[in-house]
């Protein structure tokens, strides 16, 4: 009898380890599952820049049946109105900072640029002013500015305003040498960069080509960021993403660049609201 005991005593035992086993395996499986399943959707969000002048596209733009990024360029005569209506359609909006470039025309900056000969203090006024005029935004990202987006200084002011204002930034990368992937880091701020041009060379062929290559990056990378334009693009580009939308949708997720910045890089700003009126 005594035998018997210690044979079940020692049988109830294993039963117990291997249950433990079993659920700490299920727990961390489940738990593992759970903290992945954001990057485990195939997500494209395509920013759509140059909006806020009315330029050709932006009405077919903002009539997408899906979740776009709208870059709004600051104080241009549709600015407010075009802001205003991606968000109430349920798009992203950011704020299209222009930016001196390397090379191009002053002229293509549009007000309130940044460039290189700024102080410190009106870098700052600048980027401020720039944010409290486009209604919803909630990033940032470079119209132009190859030598900006290379500039530690000039750069290190930018994104300091945008994460005091709850902003994070997207870098356009224009310029190869950009800082501001690694300054954005070493500020504890999403590093968030465009992965793909859509229309650099304006004919539907090539904005399809570059439509289908960036879903095939999101389906590799869990993600992918396209950049397009409205304006001298802006027809073909509109286009093709409305055309490419159905074809699209069961590979890859339409998303907002706000909607990759949380789930992916885990952004919780804390905004601190401007003093002054709007």
Same mark, same amino acid.
């Given at each position: 009898?005594?035998?018997?005991?210690?044979?079940?005593?020692?049988?109830?035992?294993?039963?117990?380890?291997?249950?433990?086993?079993?659920?700490? +395996?299920?727990?961390?499986?489940?738990?593992?599952?759970?903290?992945?399943?954001? @990057?485990?959707?195939?997500?494209?969000?395509?920013?759509?820049? $140059?909006?806020?002048?009315?330029?050709?596209?932006?009405?077919?733009?903002?009539?997408?049946?899906?979740?776009l990024?709208?870059? +709004?360029?600051?104080?241009?005569?549709?600015?407010k109105?075009?802001?205003?209506?991606?968000?109430?359609?349920?798009m992203?909006?950011?704020v299209?900072?222009?930016?001196?470039?390397?090379?191009?025309?002053?002229?293509?900056?549009?007000?309130?640029?940044i460039?290189?000969?700024?102080?410190?203090e009106?870098?700052?006024?600048?980027?401020?002013?720039?944010?409290?005029?486009?209604?919803?935004?909630?990033?940032m990202?470079?119209?132009?500015? @190859?030598k900006?987006?290379? $500039?530690?200084?000039?750069?290190?002011?930018?994104?300091? /305003?945008?994460?005091?204002?709850?902003?994070?930034?997207?870098?356009?990368?224009?310029?190869?040498?950009?800082?501001?992937?690694?300054?954005?880091?070493s500020?504890?701020?999403?590093?968030?960069g465009? $992965?793909?041009?859509?229309d650099d060379?304006?004919?539907?062929?090539h904005?399809?080509?570059?439509?289908?290559?960036?879903?095939?990056?999101?389906?590799?990378?869990?993600?992918?960021?396209?950049?397009?334009?409205?304006?001298?693009?802006?027809?073909?580009?509109?286009? /093709?993403?409305?055309?490419?939308? @159905?074809?699209?949708?069961?590979?890859?997720?339409?998303?907002?660049?706000?909607?990759? +910045?949380?789930?992916?890089?885990?952004?919780?700003?804390?905004?601190?609201?401007?003093?002054?009126?709007?």
């Amino acid at each position: 009898m005594r035998e018997k005991r210690k044979h079940y005593r020692f049988l109830a035992s294993c039963m117990t380890f291997l249950i433990v086993i079993y659920v700490g +395996v299920s727990a961390e499986g489940s738990t593992a599952t759970a903290s992945e399943s954001p @990057s485990n959707h195939k997500r494209l969000a395509i920013i759509i820049d $140059d909006v806020g002048n009315d330029m050709k596209g932006t009405a077919e733009i903002l009539a997408m049946p899906v979740k776009l990024t709208v870059a +709004v360029m600051p104080f241009l005569p549709t600015t407010k109105k075009d802001a205003i209506a991606a968000h109430e359609k349920g798009m992203d909006v950011i704020v299209h900072m222009p930016m001196e470039p390397k090379k191009g025309r002053p002229e293509w900056l549009g007000p309130g640029a940044i460039t290189s000969n700024l102080t410190d203090e009106e870098v700052r006024e600048r980027v401020e002013k720039a944010i409290d005029d486009v209604p919803h935004a909630i990033g940032m990202n470079n119209h132009m500015g @190859s030598k900006i987006t290379s $500039d530690k200084r000039i750069m290190s002011i930018v994104l300091d /305003v945008c994460k005091e204002r709850g902003l994070f930034f997207v870098d356009s990368r224009t310029n190869f040498r950009s800082v501001v992937g690694e300054l954005a880091i070493s500020k504890n701020m999403p590093p968030v960069g465009n $992965d793909i041009f859509l229309d650099d060379q304006n004919s539907k062929q090539h904005i399809r080509k570059q439509l289908d290559l960036a879903a095939q990056h999101a389906m590799d990378k869990d993600r992918c960021v396209v950049i397009g334009h409205v304006g001298h693009t802006g027809l073909n580009t509109s286009a /093709v993403v409305r055309e490419s939308v @159905s074809r699209l949708q069961g590979q890859v997720e339409f998303v907002g660049i706000g909607d990759l +910045v949380r789930d992916v890089w885990q952004w919780q700003p804390a905004p601190i609201l401007p003093t002054g009126n709007k």
